[in-house]
C-alpha cells in the first residue's frame, strides 16, 4: 500500500510547489527559471542575496525586456523594467495596485495596523486622514523642534573629534535620527545623542535586526502563502507595539487627552482622534452603478499606536542609511564637500547662523548632494505592489491576475545610463538641469503614485538638517576603517543597509574659513 502512496503523494507535493511556474511562460514573458519551493527566490532564503539585490541582478540582466518574471515560491512576481509601466502601476491604474502585499495580519499583531501594512480600505481611509498631518505648514511648525536635535548632534561631533574623530557615521546619523523621531512623533526628549543606552534606539534596534527568527518568518511567508495565519501566529513577537502603545498611553494622560501645542506627532493624532469617524470612497468595492460604496472607519488607540510605530521604523533606517551614504560619498569627493560648506556658510550666515525651515531649504548644494546619494544607493531599492484585480499591462498584450506580485526596482533603473550619464559617479550638479529626469518615473526614493512616502519632505528636510549640522562645523574624510564601496547586508530585504556601517573620519573645519557659530 505505502509504495503505491508514496508515488502519488510526492507527485502531489512536487505539483504543489512548483504550481504556477508556468505563468510567464504561459504569457510570452521572459522569465527566471524557477525551481520547486523556492522558485526564484532560492539565495534569498539562504540568506545570500537580497530581494534588492536579485532585483537589480535581474534588471541588469535583461537590458531590452520591459518586464521580467520571477517567482517568491509559487507566486508569480514580476520585475517593472520600463519606468512608463511603472508609472501605469504605481500611479495611472493605481485602482488595480493599491496593495503592497506584505501580507501581515494585524489581528494577530496589531502593530500591522500601521499605514505601510494596512492594505484596502483601511489603508484609504487612514492615508487620508493621516495626509494633512504631513502638510509643510506643520512641518515649519515642528521645524524648531529638529533644530534642537542638530545642535546636540554637533556636540557629540565635538567628542569624537576629542577622541580622535573616528567615528561610525551610520551610528551617529541613526542616533540624530532617533531623537529627532523621539521629539517630533513621540514628544519626548530622549538624549539618544548623547545616552548611548535609550529605550528608542534598542527600539530601532530590534526592530531592524534580522535575527534568524525573522528571517524564518519572512521565508516561511512567502514560500507557503497558504499557512501565513500559522506561521505568523508561531512567530509573532508583539513586544515592541506593546512597548510603543504604553508610550503613547502615557504621554497621552500627560496631555490630558488633547494636543498641546507642542506640534510634534502625538498632538497631530489627539487632534484626529477628535475628529471622529472617517468616511470616504471605497477602493475595493464598487455599486451597481459603478460609483464606490462609502466606507468608514472610527480611530481608536490602537489604530493610533501602529501609526506611531510606523513614524518611527520608516523614519529612522531609511534616513539614517541615505545621510550616512551621503557622508560617504562626500568624504570622498572633497570638492564637492567644499562647495556644500561654502553654501551652507553663505546661507546660515544671513539667516544669523541659524538652522530653520527657511534656510535649510536654501541650501541647494546640499539638496543635491542628497538627491545623487539617494539616487545611487536609494535606501529602499525596490517598490513592491500587488495586482489586485485582473490586469492588462499597455502596449504589451500581458495580463496579470490578482495576486501576482510587482517589484519596481529603484536601484537597478536609477544607475542605468539609459537614464542617467555615468550613472556610477557620485554628480551632484546634474540636479541642477531641470531636465535631469528622463522620465519622471526613473528616479523613486520616496516611490510613486497615491502609496508614495507619506513623511518624504519631512524625511528629506530633517536629513538635511542634520548634514547640515554636521557639514557647517566638521569635515568628513576616510578613515583607516573605510571601503571605497561598501559591502551590501544581504540580509535587509526591506532597507538597504551596509556591512559594518559607514566608519569615517570626522574633523574639524579650518576656523579661518568657518564662520562661528
Ligand atoms: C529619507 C527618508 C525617507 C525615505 C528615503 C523614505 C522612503 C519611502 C519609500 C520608498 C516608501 C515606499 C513608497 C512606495 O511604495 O511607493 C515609503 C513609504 C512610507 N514612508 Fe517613507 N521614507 C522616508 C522617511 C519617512 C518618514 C520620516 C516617515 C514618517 C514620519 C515615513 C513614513 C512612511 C510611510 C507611513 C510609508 C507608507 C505609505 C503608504 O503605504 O501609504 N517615511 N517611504
Ligand atoms: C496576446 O496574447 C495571447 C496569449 O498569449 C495570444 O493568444 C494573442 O494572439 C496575443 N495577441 C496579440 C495581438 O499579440
Ligand atoms: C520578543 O522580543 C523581545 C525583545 O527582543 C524578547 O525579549 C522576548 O523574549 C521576545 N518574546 C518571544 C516570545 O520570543
Ligand atoms: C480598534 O479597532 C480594531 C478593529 O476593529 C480592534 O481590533 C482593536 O481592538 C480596537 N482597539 C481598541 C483599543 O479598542
Ligand atoms: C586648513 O588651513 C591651513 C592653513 O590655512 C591649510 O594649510 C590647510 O591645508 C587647510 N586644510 C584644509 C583641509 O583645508
Redesign the pocket.
Known amino acids: 500500500m505505502i509504495y503505491l502512496l508514496l508515488p502519488i503523494v510526492l507527485l502531489l507535493l512536487y505539483k504543489y510547489f512548483t504550481k504556477n511556474h508556468d505563468y510567464w511562460e504561459k504569457r510570452n514573458v521572459k522569465y527566471e527559471k524557477p525551481i520547486p519551493i523556492f522558485g526564484t527566490n532560492y539565495e534569498n532564503v539562504i540568506g545570500k542575496k537580497s530581494i534588492i539585490e536579485k532585483a537589480t541582478e535581474v534588471y541588469n540582466k535583461y537590458p531590452t525586456e520591459p518586464v521580467v518574471g520571477m517567482f517568491r515560491g509559487t507566486t508569480p512576481e514580476l520585475v517593472v523594467r520600463d519606468p512608463e509601466i511603472a508609472r501605469k502601476i ?1 500611479n495611472v491604474d493605481f485602482a488595480y495596485f493599491y496593495r ?1 502585499g506584505l501580507g501581515k495580519n494585524p489581528e494577530i499583531d496589531p502593530v500591522y495596523y ?3 501594512h494596512v492594505e484596502g480600505d483601511l ?1 484609504k481611509l487612514l ?1 487620508q486622514r ?1 495626509t494633512p498631518t ?1 502638510t509643510t505648514a506643520k512641518l515649519k511648525n515642528m521645524f524648531p523642534l529638529i533644530v534642537n536635535c542638530a545642535e546636540k548632534l554637533r556636540h557629540v561631533g565635538e567628542d569624537i573629534v576629542n577622541r580622535g574623530g573616528e567615528c561610525d557615521v551610520r551610528d551617529l546619523m541613526a542616533r540624530f535620527t532617533v531623537e529627532f ?1 523621539g521629539v517630533c ?1 513621540f514628544g519626548i526628549e530622549m538624549d539618544t545623542i548623547n545616552n548611548e543606552h535609550s529605550l528608542f534606539k534598542k527600539l530601532g534596534v530590534r526592530i531592524f535586526k534580522t535575527d534568524f527568527r525573522k528571517y524564518l518568518v519572512t521565508a516561511l511567508y512567502d514560500l507557503f502563502p497558504d499557512f501565513r495565519t500559522i506561521i505568523q501566529k508561531l512567530l509573532s513577537n508583539s513586544s515592541s507595539i506593546t512597548a510603543i502603545t504604553e508610550i503613547f498611553y502615557n504621554i497621552r494622560k500627560q496631555r490630558n487627552y488633547k494636543p498641546i501645542g507642542r506640534n510634534d ?1 502625538i498632538d497631530l493624532l489627539l487632534e484626529l482622534e477628535g475628529k471622529g469617524k472617517i468616511i470616504g470612497d471605497s477602493i475595493e468595492k464598487k455599486n451597481a452603478d459603478g460609483k464606490p460604496v462609502q466606507v468608514e472607519m472610527e480611530m481608536n488607540i490602537t489604530y493610533m499606536a501602529a ?1 506611531m510605530f ?2 518611527f521604523a ?2 529612522f533606517e ?2 539614517s542609511s ?2 550616512s551614504f551621503t557622508l560617504h560619498q562626500l568624504a570622498y569627493h572633497p570638492e564637492e564637500q567644499q562647495k556644500i560648506q561654502e553654501e551652507i556658510d553663505r546661507v546660515l550666515s544671513k539667516y544669523n547662523n541659524k538652522l530653520c525651515y527657511d534656510s535649510i531649504s536654501e541650501m541647494t548644494a546640499l539638496s543635491n548632494g542628497f538627491k545623487e546619494a ?1 539616487r545611487i544607493f ?3 531599492g525596490t ?3 500587488v495586482c489586485a484585480r485582473k490586469y492588462t499591462i499597455p502596449g504589451l498584450n500581458v495580463t496579470l491576475d490578482p495576486g501576482v506580485k510587482i517589484i519596481i526596482p ?1 536601484q537597478g533603473i536609477q544607475n542605468d545610463e539609459k537614464y542617467f550619464d555615468n550613472p556610477s559617479q557620485f554628480i551632484p550638479d546634474r540636479f541642477n538641469d531641470p531636465n535631469v529626469l528622463r522620465h519622471k518615473y526613473a528616479y ?13 519632505r ?3 528636510m ?2 538635511l538638517a542634520g548634514l547640515a549640522a554636521i557639514l557647517h562645523k566638521f569635515s568628513v574624510e576616510p578613515g583607516p576603517k573605510t571601503q571605497r564601496y561598501p559591502q551590501v547586508n544581504h540580509g535587509s530585504n526591506l532597507i538597504q543597509g551596509v556591512k559594518g556601517g559607514i566608519p569615517l573620519k570626522l574633523r574639524l573645519r579650518n576656523k579661518s574659513n568657518s564662520v562661528a557659530a
Request: hydrophobic share 45%; aromatic share 12%; net charge positive.
Open positions: 504605481l503592497r500601521n499605514l505601510f489603508w492615508r493621516l504631513f523621531i512623533a506627532f501609526q510606523v513614524f520608516a523614519g531609511t534616513s541615505a545621510t539617494m536609494p535606501s529602499l517598490l513592491h505592489r529603484t523613486l526614493p520616496f516611490g510613486g503614485g497615491p502609496r508614495a512616502c507619506i513623511g518624504g519631512l524625511g528629506e530633517q536629513s
